[in-house]
C-alpha cells in the first residue's frame, strides 16, 4: 500500500503540538509494517535544511492560482526512515512560524494545490492520500474535482485532530479560488453554510473519516462537543471512526531518556524515587517521598481545565498533603492564577510559564500524579507518556483520556490512574469533581505496594504507535479496491 500523507507538521523536522508528533510517528509505524508511507509538507522557515539534508527535486513549477499562476521548489529529505516532500514558496512559506497569520487559509490551500501541481515530479504513485487536519482538508476538496488529475481515483482518508479549529472562510474565498457549488454541496436538511469550512470539506470529500480516539469519535457527533458540525458528522456517521492515538516509545523510553536523572523501567522502577527528588530540587519544594508530586505539562488554556487546578488543589495544598508543579504557557488569565497560587504556597508549588521540553521530560519521570483535567481532549498523549513513566494520570473521562486511563477504584484489579466527570459549563462541578479525584489519589498514595501496583500496570501498556498502525491500514483498504496486503510493499 503506497499511503501520501498530507500535513501542516511533523516532528522532528517541524512541531507545533500533537499533529507534528503523529506525523511523525504513525508513517515510521506504517513503514514497519511494509507500506510505502511518504510525508508531503511546506517547506517553512523554520526549517534546518542542512539538519535534515535536503535535496531539491525541481524548481519552478507552475501552480494555478489566482489572480496568476505562482511557481514553487519541491525538496525531499529523509526522515528517521521516512522520505519527506517538501514544497517551497517563499510568500507562503519562508515564514518564522507555522501558524498564526492572517492568510492562514490561503496558505493551507495554496499548500494543496501546490501537492497536486507537484505529483509528477514526486516519483512516487499513492494509492491513497491522507490528508491530517483542516490545514490539508482542501486537498480533498480539490481532488473531487479534477477527474483529469493522475491521484483523482485514489483512496481519501482525513482524520480530525481537534474537531475545534476548522478554518473557516466565506462565500468570496470559495468563489475567488474555485471551490464551486458541487464541492459545497450538503446532505440534505443541512444549513448550506455548513460546508464553508476546512474541516467540513474534510469530512464531506473523504472516503473515511476518523478522529483520535472512540470516545472523541462519538462526542463529536453531539452538540456539547461537535462545534457546529455534528449535525454534518452524523450525516457521515457511516465512514466515521476513531482509533486512539500513540506514542513513539524509542523516544518516550524511561530506560534510555538523557534528560533523567536516574533511568529507570517497570523491571527497575525503585530507582524512579532519585527523579522525583531531582524534580523537586529543581522545582525548589522540599524533598519529601511521603508527599505526593501532582504535575502537568500542558498548554494552559480553558480547553485543558488547568483554570481548574488552583481552586481544587487548595484544600490539599492547605493541609500540607501535596505537592504541585506546572509547566506551560497560554492565556493569561490561567497565568496569573497559577501565580497566585505558587505565591501563596511557596513552600508547595511551582509554575513555569514557558515551554521546555527536557524539562517535560523530568516531570513525567519524577512526579507521582499527572493532571490532565481536560474539558474535552480529542485523545491526549500526556497521559499515554505518563503512563509509560510510571506517572498516575488522573483525568476527566472525555475522548482518549476515557479510553486510555481506567479508574483504580471503579476496576480495583486493571485500574491504572483515576477518573472523574462533570457536565461541560458547570465549572462548580467539574472544580468539585477534580478535588474528589485529587484526594482520592492522595490518600491512595500512602499505600506504597498500591501505588506501585497501579505504576506497573500502565508502564507494562502497549500504547505504542505499532498497536494503532494496524487499525490505519483497515481505513486504507476501506477506500480502495485492492486489500491493502496484497499491494506493493515499500521500495
Known amino acids: 500500500m503506497n499511503v501520501l500523507f498530507a500535513a501542516a507538521e511533523m516532528s522532528p523536522i517541524v512541531k507545533v503540538g500533537g499533529l507534528g508528533d503523529v506525523a511523525g510517528s504513525l508513517p515510521r509505524a506504517l513503514r514497519a509494517l511494509g507500506h510505502d ?40 529529505a529523509e526522515v528517521r526512515g521516512v522520505p519527506v516532500y517538501l514544497i517551497e514558496h517563499e510568500r507562503m512559506f519562508g515564514r518564522n512560524a507555522v501558524y498564526g497569520f492572517k492568510d492562514d487559509l490561503e496558505r493551507f490551500l495554496f499548500f494543496c494545490d501546490a501537492l497536486l501541481a507537484c505529483a509528477p515530479h514526486l516519483g512516487f504513485a499513492p494509492d491513497v492520500v491522507h490528508a491530517q487536519d483542516w490545514h490539508t482538508a482542501l486537498l480533498l476538496t480539490r481532488l473531487s474535482a479534477m477527474r483529469a488529475h493522475p491521484w483523482a481515483g485514489l483512496g481519501r482518508v482525513y482524520t480530525i485532530h481537534n474537531l475545534g479549529l476548522q478554518g473557516k472562510f466565506t462565500r468570496r474565498f470559495a468563489d475567488v479560488h474555485g471551490i464551486g457549488a458541487r464541492q ?15 474541516m467540513a470539506q ?11 480516539s472512540e470516545t472523541y469519535a462519538r462526542e463529536i457527533t453531539t452538540k456539547a462537543y461537535g462545534a457546529g458540525l455534528e449535525r454534518l458528522l452524523r450525516a457521515r456517521l ?55 508530586l501532582f504535575a502537568t505539562v500542558t498548554r494552559l488554556y480553558a480547553q485543558k481545565g488547568i483554570d481548574l487546578v488552583p481552586g481544587a488543589s487548595r484544600r490539599l495544598l492547605e493541609a500540607g498533603r501535596a505537592q504541585l508543579v506546572i ?63 510510571g506517572a498516575v494520570p488522573l483525568v476527566r ?32 462541578l467539574l472544580r468539585a469533581e477534580l478535588r474528589g479525584a485529587m484526594e482520592r489519589a492522595a490518600r491512595a498514595y500512602a499505600d506504597r505496594r498500591g501505588w506501585r501496583a497501579m505504576q506497573l500496570r500502565g508502564m507494562r501498556q502497549d500504547w505504542s504507535w505499532g498497536r494503532a498502525a494496524g487499525r490505519y491500514v483497515e481505513l486504507y483498504e476501506g477506500v480502495t479496491k485492492t486489500p491493502a496486503r496484497a499491494r506493493g510493499t515499500r521500495r
Request: glycine share 10%; charged share 25%; aromatic share 8%.
Open 238 to 292: 457511516r465512514v466515521l471512526s476513531g482509533i486512539v492515538n500513540g506514542i513513539d516509545y524509542e523516544e518516550f523510553d524511561p530506560a534510555k531518556d538523557k534528560h533523567l536523572i536516574r533511568r529507570f523501567s517497570a523491571q527497575r522502577l525503585s530507582a524512579r524515587i532519585e527523579d522525583k527528588r531531582a524534580l523537586q530540587r529543581v522545582a525548589g519544594l522540599p524533598v519529601d517521598d511521603s508527599v505526593p
Open 37 to 76: 508511507v511518504r510525508v508531503a509538507l511546506p517547506l517553512y522557515g523554520t526549517v534546518d535544511r542542512e539538519a535534515y539534508r535536503l535535496e531539491r527535486i525541481a524548481s519552478d513549477i507552475e501552480v494555478p492560482w489566482r489572480p496568476a499562476a505562482e511557481r514553487v521548489g519541491l525538496w525531499r
Open 184 to 198: 459545497l454541496r450538503v446532505p440534505g436538511g443541512l444549513p448550506a453554510n455548513t460546508a464553508m469550512s476546512a
Open 327 to 389: 509547566l506551560g504557557n497560554g492565556d493569561g488569565k490561567v497565568h496569573r492564577a497559577l501565580l497566585a497560587l505558587e505565591a501563596r504556597y511557596q513552600e508547595q508549588v511551582k509554575v513555569w510559564l514557558e515551554f521546555n521540553a527536557a524539562l517535560g521530560q523530568q516531570i513525567y519521570g519524577g512526579c507521582d500524579v499527572f493532571l490532565m483535567p481536560s474539558r474535552y481532549e480529542p485523545c491526549g498523549l500526556g497521559q499515554l507518556i505518563s503512563l509509560r513513566y
Open 202 to 212: 474534510g469530512i464531506l470529500h473523504a472516503g473515511r473519516v476518523n478522529t483520535v
Open 397 to 428: 473521562r472525555t475522548g482518549g483520556l476515557a479510553d486510555t486511563v481506567t479508574d483504580i477504584d471503579a476496576a480495583p484489579a486493571e485500574g491504572t490512574g483515576y477518573v472523574f466527570d462533570g457536565a461541560l459549563g458547570d465549572d462548580r
